[in-house]
């Protein structure tokens, strides 16, 4: 074991040292698309540059990551870690301090959640830090003990799940539909289009890693973590 | 050396402490935390040289959108990799593959 | 409306919506799964046909997603090597469809229909994709999408293959990005076309190379990267064992050609070229052994898949016209031939409950149609006339003696006798009179079909070369010798 550790620590310096020489043999000037984004970003539905190209210019790339999340949150739904009759809420109560705390947080959470969503059309921000929040508040609940045991069993959740991907899919399947070209927004209504995909992506990156955090999280878990809060 | 390609750097022997990490460590988790951490390293890389210190122009979005994507599609594969483990664990009680089974 | 009427520009974006759009449906909507995810399947296979003859009239298709300049936007790209790797995952992709509601009919897995049909969406993302971090994107989602797939029945086994397979891919596909980085941070883009004008020679350019590439052959399991896929492949539940080895270890061996002959084509790397088809010839003779070493069917079968993506591996360095048809047509057999096998053996595994290759005489008489199947599509694996893999391997060798590169054609037509060594095991023991076993689940006639099908599709491809040749080298400019 040692003689494999004193390999792959001697081969790997040396590949650390090659790469870092890469970096000084990379070009210093600018980048070539830099220029040419500034120039269509009046066109592209969102001031923010960071913004214009997730959702606009490279949106298809945003469609399959939003694909990405819905294959991870299925397959660790398919896993069934719990059985179902463990996925019921807890009756005991999370203790006096984050019981009084829980409420006021979840409401900031969920307001800075929009603000950001909000944000994201001119400033850094946008779906997927919205629904980080979005998913934050979802965990908080989670350990509040609120009873919101959401499962992928209801197919309301299901529907959250998909909302962002089926967003996406329906402009697309607009988009040729309309011969404006795959992906492409028309000019006039590209802000309202984009808001309401980054909703949707919202709500779907909330809901996910909230289910994620249930059902990768054992009840023995759970327990822990409140009777922490407790002392 | 100039602050952008110093984060570079991190960022690549970031990667290679972590592949150090994946062949070395057989437990799991520890597995599971260096494909992370390699990610880390490359998304560190891609980001860091996004601004080019000799010109005017703003840092390239383009990097940081890959980044972004890159990110939420790490998350995603890290959390499955995680549930795997959870249920192989309690499957088998094991933390680590045996290299002999087939 | 005619065909002709149709535009590739419509037709190549729905080969990707419209299975996310079916598994999104599948998801929300349980009690229709099946037949909506039947439904898009077909409606796939259907696109593909409608695409092919659109590109076979009108030549290669460039779409840029919005509309945006090419430097920073996401093209698509159609060309004879896409409509390859879309209609293997239209054919293959829709008979295993019809196999799994029968397989699965007795266990019913709730999220099967939405990973399966996702997964075909990511394989034509993938094959349509004219952008190296879009590439990324798809890689992820279609190593997400196989492993979610492995475990869709959950033992020991299957846990433990998945973890090992889901680490390769992951470190596969973070080598590939890291790639990807250097590239862009040296040519400023990302699209294969503009990046293939920019690109010259230089140890970035080569770092990169040699880390996509070789992240790209963890995936696709070229030896000595193979090490999860047996394990991986033979645990899963056959339907998905057949979609992994015809379709999924193709896509990165897929991306790999594709690289090489769009991005990396004007560097020209001999040595490189060299190193990728010795590990090849490697590959071939070391999986055929394994293979032969094995004692039951599934096992066999993926290392089969092992050597056979070794041949995959040999276009590059005789780099001429013939070689690279041979290598497409190796990939067309493989695909629809070994999905026949892994179906067949899963027809198998389902009635006696058990795939050692010692007990195959027990079934024989229960399983007529299977077994047959199975010694059809293995003409396909073992190249005997009048099989499409036949044609693959011989257009191959006569590259191979063309060039004068005898060591290499040996190494192939030995790989050749030792897949029939391996297929004659398994064949010898099946027709063997014995025992009949008994029934442990029915083998329903739609499974026995479907297998034959595809075995069949492997013959029936060999009487067609030429129209097929033709359809798959649209616009593809094979380089001459490297």
């Known amino acids: 074991m040692s003689k494999l550790n004193a390999i792959s620590i001697a081969l790997l310096v040396l590949a650390a040292m090659w790469f870092g020489a890469m970096i000084f043999l990379l070009p210093n000037d600018n980048l070539a698309s830099v220029g040419l984004i500034q120039s269509d970003l009046a066109n592209a539905g969102a001031s923010n540059a960071v913004t214009a190209v997730l959702l606009n210019f490279r949106g298809y790339d945003t469609y399959l990551e939003l694909v990405v999340l819905l294959i991870a949150v299925t397959g660790v739904c398919s896993l069934n870690i719990l059985p179902t009759s463990q996925l019921t809420a807890t009756t005991d109560k999370p203790g006096m301090v984050l019981d009084a705390l829980a409420k006021p947080l979840l409401i900031l959470l969920i307001m800075v959640a929009f603000y950001l969503l909000w944000l994201g059309s001119h400033g850094p921000g946008g779906a997927f830090q919205a629904g980080a929040l979005l998913g934050a508040a979802g965990v908080l609940m989670v350990l509040a003990g609120y009873p919101i045991m959401w499962r992928i ?6 529907g959250l799940l998909t909302l962002g ?55 023995n878990d759970r327990h822990v973590n409140q009777t922490t809060t407790k002392r | 050396m100039s602050s952008t ?80 483990l959870i249920k192989f664990n309690t499957l088998t009680g094991a933390t680590q593959l045996n290299d002999a089974q087939q | 409306m005619s065909i002709t009427e149709l535009d590739a520009t ?99 897995n709730e999220t099967f229909w939405s990973v399966y049909l996702l997964l075909l969406a990511a394989i034509n993302a993938l094959a349509l994709s004219r952008d190296i971090f879009n590439i990324y994107v798809t890689l992820e989602c279609l190593g997400l999408a196989s492993v979610a797939l492995v475990v869709s029945e959950q033992n020991e086994k299957t ?202 005489n027990e079934v024989i008489r229960k399983l007529p149609i299977t077994m047959t199947a199975f010694a059809i599509a293995s003409m396909s694996i073992m190249g005997l006339p009048p099989s499409s893999g036949f044609i693959g391997k011989w257009l191959l060798l006569e590259a191979a003696l063309t060039e004068g590169r005898i060591f290499q054609a040996v190494v192939m037509a030995i790989g050749g006798i030792l897949a029939s060594a391996y297929i004659f095991k398994v064949i010898g023991h099946a027709f063997t009179p014995g025992e009949t076993a008994q029934s442990q689940q029915r083998v329903t006639p739609i499974m026995s079909w479907t297998t034959m099908a595809l075995a069949l599709l492997s013959i029936l491809a060999g009487f067609s070369a030429n129209e097929l040749l033709a359809l798959f080298s649209v616009a593809m400019n094979f380089p001459g010798a490297a």
């Open chain 1, 153 to 158: 069993d209801h197919k309301a959740v299901r």
């Open chain 1, 165 to 219: 991907v089926l967003s996406f899919t329906c402009f697309g399947l607009l988009s040729l539909a309309s011969q404006a070209g795959f992906f492409t927004y028309p000019l006039n209504h590209n802000k309202t289009i984009i808001f309401t995909i980054e909703f949707a992506a919202m709500c779907s990156i909330g809901t996910t890693l909230t289910i994620l955090f249930i059902s990768t999280t054992t009840n």
């Open chain 2, 5 to 84: 390609q110093f984060f570079a750097f991190v960022g690549v022997a970031l990667v290679c402490i972590a592949m150090h990490s994946l062949i070395a460590r057989a437990h799991l988790l520890r597995k599971i935390l260096a494909i992370n951490i390699m990610s880390s390293g490359v998304f560190l890389f891609l980001v860091a040289l996004a601004w080019r210190e000799q010109t005017d122009l703003p840092p390239d979005p383009i990097c940081h959108a890959m980044v972004l994507t890159g990110i939420v599609v790490a998350v995603s594969a890290t959390a499955f990799a995680l549930g795997l």
């Open chain 3, 10 to 108: 419509d037709l190549a974006p729905l080969l990707v919506l419209a299975p996310i759009l079916g598994a999104a449906v599948a998801l929300i909507f349980r009690r229709m799964a099946t037949t909506v995810s039947l439904l898009t399947t077909a409606l796939s296979a259907l696109l593909v046909v409608a695409l092919s003859c659109v590109i076979s009239q009108n030549g290669a298709a460039n779409i840029v997603a919005g509309g945006w300049p090419k430097a920073f936007a996401i093209s698509l790209y159609v060309d004879g090597l896409t409509l390859l790797m879309l209609a293997i995952t239209g054919i293959v992709g829709f008979f295993v469809a019809l196999y799994a509601k029968d397989y699965f009919s007795k266990t019913p």
């Open chain 3, 159 to 360: 846990l433990s293959s998945a973890l090992r397979y889901l680490m390769a891919a992951l470190v596969g596909s973070m080598l590939y990005l890291f790639g990807v980085a250097f590239l862009y941070h040296n040519y400023g883009t990302l699209n294969i076309d503009l990046l293939s004008n920019a690109i010259t020679h230089g140890p970035v350019t080569y770092t990169a190379m040699a880390l996509m590439v070789s992240g790209l052959m963890i995936k696709a399991a070229i030896f000595p990267l193979h090490f999860w896929l047996p394990a991986a492949h033979s645990s899963a539940p056959a339907p998905v064992s057949a979609i992994l080895s015809a379709l999924v270890v193709k896509a990165s061996a897929y991306l790999i050609i594709r690289l090489w002959l769009d991005l990396f084509s004007p560097l020209s790397v001999p040595m490189f070229a060299e190193l990728l088809s010795l590990i090849g010839m490697v590959a071939i003779i070391w999986g055929s052994i394994q293979a032969l070493l094995q004692t039951r069917l599934k096992l066999l079968i993926a290392y089969s898949t092992v050597a056979q993506l070794g041949y995959l591996m040999q276009g590059f360095v005789l780099a001429s016209e013939t070689a690279w048809q041979g290598v497409i047509y190796i990939a067309l057999s493989h695909a629809l031939a070994k999905s026949a096998m892994f179906l067949a053996a899963g027809n198998i595994r389902h009635y006696s409950g058990d795939d050692r290759i010692g007990n195959l």
